[in-house]
């Protein structure tokens, strides 16, 4: 049995060749079942995300495995092997072992260390366990793979600092606000990034939400999930005094709140401060709005400046989390081998218990015909005594005969005997 890793992400291949060999929720089952009918697969799990699809999988030790699994590959997405081999990467045994513990730690995420990986990958294992589709070995180096994530995210600071624009926006407001949940957030925009900060900011539950944006219809969707009030662009300098945070990010090519409109607000608000991050490009609130007191104003640029210090300590934290998987990869390495002696062992007790039982049934029946006892019993010792030296007083003597010294020691210590 093998272990095997098959697969393309961000670093190896564009999106435009990525979406062609992703697998849709949908198909997902129907793709595990059409994989375990390849005569050498033994259970398999597919891990598919926008930034990779993975094929994780246990096989037997026979054929060409690589091109065999290419192939299943490309005729399931109806894709030529040409277009797809360049940005294909294969690990096997110790090196998938460490592929997938990376994966599930963020180490191999497009944003260092980020969280959601873990989830989908624990979503991938759910999938493949619900379809009865993995094997013991696969099954427990998922689980081990779990088990290392936790650790990477306990004794490292992979996860611990800001290292996208949404984060880091939200990481600011709680650096100047002690607690989210006593203040009102303004965000203008439902773009993308507006939507990562609303739902930062909802699992902080701050005191009040309001999305300000051109149209209520594109906030709408974002309001019902993060329980949001809607307001128009044009009802902003009506509503910003009631914000103590405005988060701004939308496409305008010229600046939405100007130094006019802040002085109104914290004419307004009795000079109480106020936090304004603006994320966009072109900017969305005037530069001279930072000169007025009691306004904090951060740009793009600011938050680029916290994301690049953060950055680096993940990096840092990173060496740390490549010594945990190189350890743990190792210990799983261990059992994995280990495994491999199980049925030799299983074999070889049943081999003693059916010769123990044969020399035990002749020697009871001995007794009940009448003979004496102890003459029983020392011939029973001596045939089992005989029984279970033979084989291994062979192969001493054909490793001697050899001259083969180290399997000569290897018989010794396995027969205890040093």
Known sequence: MTLLALGINHKTAPVSLRERVAFSQETLEQALNSLLRQPLVQ????????????????????????????????????????????????????????????????????????????????????????????SGELERLFQKSFTVAKRVRTETDIGASAVSVAFAACTLARQIFESLASVNVLLVGAGETIELVARHLREHRVSKLIIANRTRERAQALANEVGAEIITLNELDAHLAQADIVISSTASPLPIIGKGMMERTLKTRRNQPMLLVDIAVPRDIEPEVGDLANVYLYSVDDLHAIIQHNLAQRQAAAIQAESIVQQESSDFMAWLRAQSAVETIRDYREQAEAARAEIAAKALASIQQGQDVEAVIQELTQRLTNRLIHAPTKSLQQAARDGDQARLQILRDSLGLD
């Open 43 to 134: 259970g398999g799990v597919v891990l598919s995300t926008c930034n990779r699809t993975e094929l994780y999988l246990s096989v037997a030790e026979q054929g060409d495995q690589r091109e065999q699994l290419i192939d299943w590959l490309c005729h399931y997405h109806r894709l030529n092997p040409d277009e797809i081999k360049n940005s294909l990467y294969w690990h096997q045994d110790n090196a998938a072992v460490s592929h997938l513990m990376r994966v599930a730690s963020g180490l191999d995420s497009l944003v260092l260390g980020e969280p959601q990986i873990l989830g989908q990958v624990k979503k991938a294992f759910a999938e493949s366990q619900r379809g009865h589709s993995l």
